[in-house]
């Protein structure tokens, strides 16, 4: 069985930083594409970043570029998203996924084939 188990979550003040981190089980993604999503109350599932399978190739949406930092370590099966400078309207569940390729799509949540159950993120004002 296929499991993505994110962890990392929590509270933080405005301005603080979380590191993220997602275990894949079940398979191994060295070949996929794996990211990030995340969706407040209320609002869609939104992009955050995503991987290639060599980590030398990332892609963030605008509004984290220079904050967020994601990395995976394919050994351990894992990816990571650093969040820094953190801002309220980012609480959020962060989901972590995992794309059938190992090629950038769209980048769109029909895009990744594996989602974790998400780990819920809090920046307080």
């Known amino acids: 069985q296929v499991q993505l188990v994110e962890s990392g979550g929590g509270l933080v003040q405005a301005g603080g930083s979380l590191r993220l981190s997602c275990a894949a089980s079940?398979?191994?993604?060295?070949?996929?594409?794996m990211g990030w999503f995340r969706q407040a109350p209320g609002k869609e599932r939104e992009f955050v970043a995503d991987i290639d399978w060599s980590g030398s190739n990332t892609r963030y949406a605008s509004s984290v570029n220079g904050r967020f930092t994601i990395s995976r370590d394919s050994a351990k099966n894992t990816v990571y998203l650093e969040m820094t400078s953190l801002k309220p309207e980012e609480s959020a569940v962060y989901y972590c996924?995992?794309?059938?390729?190992?090629?950038?799509?769209?980048?769109?949540?029909?895009?990744?084939?594996?989602w974790g159950r998400g780990t819920q993120v809090t920046v307080s004002s």
């Open positions: 996924v995992a794309s059938s390729s190992s090629e950038f799509r769209l980048a769109r949540p029909l895009d990744y084939s594996y």
């Open positions: 079940g398979r191994t993604f060295s070949s996929n594409v």
